[in-house]
């Protein structure tokens, strides 16, 4: 079956830290993999898009690669804050998505 | 970037009735939107896909007649979620698309919690 696996413990770091999230996926060929942060109470707000010719796209603290032969994404976030702490939240597909389940980061100061 | 709206934030609803929720796109048309539901410390699952000016695709397990949704225009999705019950209590989340199905990426509303007693 179709599974996308997050993390489902949360993620402790010390600011400044560098976060690494992971994401893997099974009997998937996602063309795109996308990264979401969401608050609590709040909808996912988009971070990063990275398609399956890219092995690597960054934005600013932000850094996504992409392996489709380990079928994985890692999500790292350098100099974290405290105010990255979220849950991040890996998604499949362009516009209709499949979600993994998240994982919680607390940055602490 | 794109903007998409929803309303209300937030709604309480006594059990056995209707609540609509709105998901407007600000400012691009949305060729398709998608409603997706949040339960707690749960991931968000996709409900169903709206293109404007057709039915709804519903995912399995998900009752079109409980959950009516409406497309009438380019910026413009709503979700009725009738005969409310407590267990229908989530998060439903909107995004918009104006690419099609496949077409381009999604944005995101900021959510709709609904509380059934």
């Known amino acids: 079956s179709q599974k996308i696996e997050q993390n489902s413990e949360a993620l402790n770091i010390q600011e400044g830290k560098t976060a690494t999230l992971t994401c893997n996926y099974t009997n998937y060929s996602p063309a795109y993999l996308q990264w979401y942060r969401q608050d609590p109470g709040r909808g996912p707000v988009f971070l990063l898009l990275i398609r399956e010719n890219e092995k690597e796209k960054r934005k600013e603290r932000l850094k996504v690669t992409f392996d489709t032969t380990l079928k994985q994404s890692l999500f790292h976030i350098t100099a974290s804050q405290p105010a990255d702490s979220a849950t991040y939240l890996c998604a499949l597909g362009l516009s209709m998505l499949t979600f993994g389940g998240g994982t919680r980061l607390m940055v602490k100061p | 970037g794109a903007v998409v709206s929803q309303h209300p934030s937030w709604v309480i609803c006594k059990s056995g009735t209707s609540v609509k929720i709105e998901c407007r796109s600000l400012?691009?048309?949305?060729?398709?939107m998608f409603w997706y539901r949040q339960f707690p410390k749960q991931s968000l699952m996709l409900m169903a896909t709206?293109?404007?000016?057709?039915?709804?695709?519903?995912e399995q397990g998900v009752e079109k007649d409980k959950f009516l949704i409406n497309h009438a225009s380019l910026t413009l999705s709503t979700l009725t979620v009738t005969s409310a019950h407590p267990e229908d209590s989530s998060f439903y989340i909107c995004?918009?698309?104006?690419?099609?199905?496949?077409?381009?990426?999604?944005?995101f509303g900021q959510g709709t919690r609904l509380t059934v007693v």
């Open positions: 709206s293109n404007e000016g057709s039915k709804a695709t519903y």
């Open positions: 400012d691009f048309q949305a060729t398709t």
């Open positions: 995004s918009a698309s104006f690419g099609g199905k496949s077409g381009t990426e999604a944005f």
